[in-house]
Structures are given as C-alpha cells and as structure tokens.
C-alpha cells in the first residue's frame, strides 16, 4: 500500500500556510499545518512527517532554532526552509537541504518535494536513530 507523503508546514502567517496547505493537498500530499514551534512540536508528536517545511522568520521565534528542535525528535527528517531574507542566510546551516526565498516559486518548491518524497523510506520506522 503507498502511502502520501506528509509535510509539517510551519509558517505563522495564516494566508500563506493556507494557500500553500491547498497547493500541497492538490499535489496529493498530506499537509500538517502548524503556525508556530510549539504547534509544530505536538503534531510531530502526533504524526509521522516525511518532510519538514518551515518558515525562517516566524512572528516570535527563530526559524532555525525550531528547525532544531524539530529534528532533534525526529532524526533524518528532510528540511526545507523559506525566508524573506534568503541574503541573510547562511547557505550551510545545519539540517537545511534546501533554501527558498519568498515569495515562493510553486515549481521549485514541488520539485524539491518530488525529490525528496522520492527518496522516502518504507517504513517510517526504519527512520528512527538505531541505539
């Protein structure tokens, strides 16, 4: 059985995490949508993610930090970052595969998905750090 792809969607700003929420679901993702690190934290805790997409320059957070945070739960969970600011990034950090500046191009983003939904392995389980 295939299952969907499920992208953790972070982004405070409603509009832009409910438009993308809708182009992802076109593209038959399962989208868990999250306005903060915190909402983000308990979803991952409640759903198998595939994919991490976050915002950089959350409202009251650090982007990164939540990029952290977020796989230090969930080992080799691929990231995919968007800011405003992409000159003030550093294109190295840390767990982030791929950079994209807003506003976004729809095309790239869903390439960089395909990609990585591609490489998706079955199951999840085999995603979790050996001890």
Same mark, same amino acid.
């Given at each position: 059985?295939?299952?969907?792809?499920?992208?953790?969607?972070?982004?405070?700003?409603?509009?832009?995490?409910?438009?993308?929420?809708?182009?992802?679901?076109?593209?038959?993702?399962?989208?868990?949508?999250?306005?903060?690190?915190?909402?983000?934290?308990? #979803?991952?805790?409640?759903?198998?993610?595939?994919?991490?997409?976050?915002?950089?320059?959350?409202?009251?957070?650090?982007?990164?930090?939540?990029?952290?945070?977020?796989?230090?739960? #969930?080992?080799?969970?691929?990231?995919?970052?968007?800011?405003?600011?992409?000159?003030?990034?550093?294109?190295?950090?840390?767990?982030?595969?791929?950079?994209?500046?807003?506003?976004?191009?729809?095309?790239?983003?869903?390439?960089?998905?395909?990609?990585?939904?591609? #490489?998706?392995?079955?199951?999840? #389980?085999?995603?979790?750090?050996?001890?």
């Amino acid at each position: 059985m295939k299952t969907r792809t499920s992208i953790l969607l972070v982004d405070d700003d409603s509009m832009v995490r409910q438009a993308l929420e809708q182009a992802l679901a076109a593209e038959n993702y399962f989208v868990v949508p999250a306005a903060n690190r915190d909402e983000a934290l308990r #979803q991952l805790e409640k759903h198998p993610i595939d994919i991490l997409l976050v915002d950089l320059h959350p409202w009251k957070e650090d982007g990164r930090e939540t990029v952290q945070r977020l796989t230090a739960l #969930q080992a080799h969970l691929p990231v995919i970052a968007m800011t405003v600011r992409i000159e003030e990034q550093d294109p190295n950090m840390d767990g982030i595969e791929v950079l994209l500046e807003k506003p976004l191009n729809l095309r790239i983003l869903m390439q960089a998905l395909k990609e990585f939904a591609s #490489q998706k392995m079955e199951p999840r #389980q085999e995603m979790a750090p050996c001890s």
